[in-house]
């Protein structure tokens, strides 16, 4: 339920906020931070969550910032440091593997939006625009990484600036779309990491005359060999990752889609980065919710 995430995130807040509250200002960063996941939590604006009335009767008698204090202190350094501090805290993952996944999922927004940081591009089977989610994610769900891009951004562009940071090693499966020589040269020089896709071009297609990655040869033997039977196994696994995506949305507080209110790069990046919190304390507190 939302009191039991609203519970979790406060505790995650107190074990990282040590610093006291500054005696020029009225509210601390955690009370800022709190005020803005209370909003998140119920997939509302900030100024709701500025209301008394829309608080626990035992927390109305404590004061709230208003919608102004929230815009102007969101963009301070020490909340956006103390945000992605809660971030780095939740995701980071306990334990490794070596399956791992990645894709992007759109978040498209409305044709006529405003929003000049939006992008106009490849969605599910249809064009959109809006921003999207690439993702490295592990069989259970764990974020390994993450990044917020417009929606016409080369997914494999994406892929080139997570992986050499991604504490990840064992096998990457992508599909086809990540089929490329510069991300299996990156795989390659990391030395950990083996990138398995199909063939962009098919299988029925020679390789050219050009020369290939030595990765991307591994793939294809991995997967086109007489005894495909493992590259084949990674392939049918890789499709865990749609439904982590939809894990990600199919409850109430989830990231099911970006809301009127959340416009341009800096407020859609701070909104999927609050969703991504909520979603690993759900999955690791095992807090059962319901769709509202």
């Known amino acids: 339920m939302e009191h039991q995430l609203w519970l979790a995130i406060v505790l995650v807040i107190a074990s990282l906020d040590k610093a006291p509250k500054p005696t020029n200002r009225d509210f601390s960063d955690a009370d800022i931070v ?12 900030v100024a709701w969550a500025c209301q008394r ?41 306990r334990e490794s593997g070596i399956f791992w996944m990645i894709d992007g999922k759109p978040l498209p927004i409305g044709g006529c939006s405003k929003d000049r940081q939006a992008g106009y591009g490849r969605a599910a089977s249809c064009k959109a ?19 917020l891009a417009p929606m016409n951004k080369d997914e494999r562009v994406m892929a080139q600036r997570m992986l050499p940071t991604a504490p ?29 896709t199909p063939r962009r071009n098919g299988s029925k297609h020679g390789l050219g005359h050009h020369r290939h990655a030595a990765g991307r040869l591994r793939s294809i033997q991995l997967t086109e060999s007489p005894y495909p039977a ?18 990600m949305t ?43």
């Open 168 to 196: 990840i090693q064992g096998y990457l499966v992508a599909d086809k779309n990540y089929d490329s020589n510069k991300l299996h040269q990156l795989c390659d020089a990391r030395g950990d990491l083996q990138l398995v």
């Open 230 to 247: 493992f590259g084949k196994q990674l392939l049918s696994d890789r499709n865990t990752i749609e439904r982590r995506f939809a894990h």
């Open 34 to 45: 709190k005020t803005y996941y209370w909003s998140v939590i119920h997939d509302r604006p």
């Open 250 to 292: 199919n409850w109430g507080g989830g990231l099911t889609h970006l809301p009127p209110w959340v416009r341009t790069y800096r407020r859609v990046h701070r909104w999927v980065q609050a969703k991504l919190v909520l979603t690993t304390l759900k999955r690791t507190l095992c807090v059962r919710t319901y769709v509202a």
């Open 53 to 93: 009335r829309h608080w626990p009767l035992p927390s109305r008698r404590k004061a709230l910032p208003s919608p102004s204090t929230m815009s102007r202190r969101l963009r301070s350094q020490s909340v956006q440091a103390l945000l992605k501090s809660i971030s780095q805290e939740v995701l980071t993952f």
């Open 129 to 147: 625009k809006g921003y999207k989610i690439h993702a490295l994610l592990a069989a259970d769900g764990a974020i390994a990484a993450w990044r």
